[in-house]
T-cell receptor, first 113, second 116 residues
Framework: QKEVEQNSGPLSVPEGAIASLNCTYS??????FFWYRQYSGKSPELIMS????GDKEDGRFTAQLNKASQYVSLLIRDSQPSDSATYLC?????????????FGTGTQLKVEL | DTEVTQTPKHLVMGMTNKKSLKCEQH?????MYWYKQKAKKPPELMFV???????INESVPSRFSPECPNSSLLNLHLHALQPEDSALYLC???????????????FGPGTRLLVL
């Protein structure tokens, strides 16, 4: 049984600071990792996907993957109040049809003015 | 266009009712998913359809019955639900090519279901 762990938070950061969100996973052979953002009452929205060790940057967001440590992180630079949401880490898995995502419990981020 | 649509947005039903949730995508995706999400919990996978065939059923009670009439449509038929089934029901889709585990799932806005 795959497990994906995140600190539930809330993680509070001041506006303009860097928010760092962390995730660990249990299945050593996992190959794909996703960060979704979910505003209260809304559906998850993809922020980043990452498949290779190292960093991947997209605007203010940087995903970092370390497969040896089974660790994925998401950095949000210049945090804005609109970034306040729950961030879900998900690990992909192929089971013969589709991508079976295993989600962490999510980290609630609060960006304060 | 990365849009997945779901109807209705909200649904209230009694425990003896029969209702259906609908999901549609026009991205040419061949995998479609149903998730259930309770408050402050992550989405929980219920069913996966791959090329219109059921590929995963996560031991969901038979009062939930999925149907995939064609590659663009996914239904979830509801019958004799319990109050604990009240949740946000999310539909998602992905391409389902060779490396399916690397594919992004795009979520619809969800149907908020209340069972009385």
């Amino acid at each position: 049984q795959k497990e994906v762990e995140q600190n539930s938070g809330p993680l509070s950061v001041p506006e303009g600071a860097i928010a760092s969100l962390n995730c660990t996973y249990s299945d050593r052979v996992s190959q794909s990792f996703f960060w979704y953002r979910q505003y209260s009452g809304k559906s998850p929205e993809l922020i980043m996907s990452i498949y290779s060790n190292g960093d991947k940057e997209d605007g203010r967001f940087t995903a970092q993957l370390n497969k040896a440590s089974q660790y994925v992180s998401l950095l949000i630079r210049d945090s804005q109040p609109s970034d306040s949401a729950t961030y879900l880490c998900a690990v992909g898995g192929f089971t013969g049809g589709g991508n079976k995502l295993t989600f962490g419990t999510g980290t609630q981020l609060k960006v304060e003015l | 266009d990365t849009e997945v649509t779901q109807t209705p947005k909200h649904l209230v039903m009694g425990m003896t009712n029969k209702k259906s949730l609908k999901c549609e995508q026009h991205m040419g995706h061949r995998a479609m998913y149903w998730y259930k999400q309770k408050a402050k919990k992550p989405p929980e996978l219920m069913f996966v359809y791959s090329y219109e065939k059921l590929s995963i059923n996560e031991s969901v009670p038979s009062r939930f019955s999925p149907e995939c009439p064609n590659s663009s449509l996914l239904n979830l038929h509801l019958h004799a639900l319990q109050p604990e089934d009240s949740a946000l029901y999310l539909c998602a889709s992905s391409q389902d090519f060779r490396y399916a585990e690397k594919e992004t799932q795009y979520f619809g806005p969800g149907t908020r279901l209340l069972v009385l």
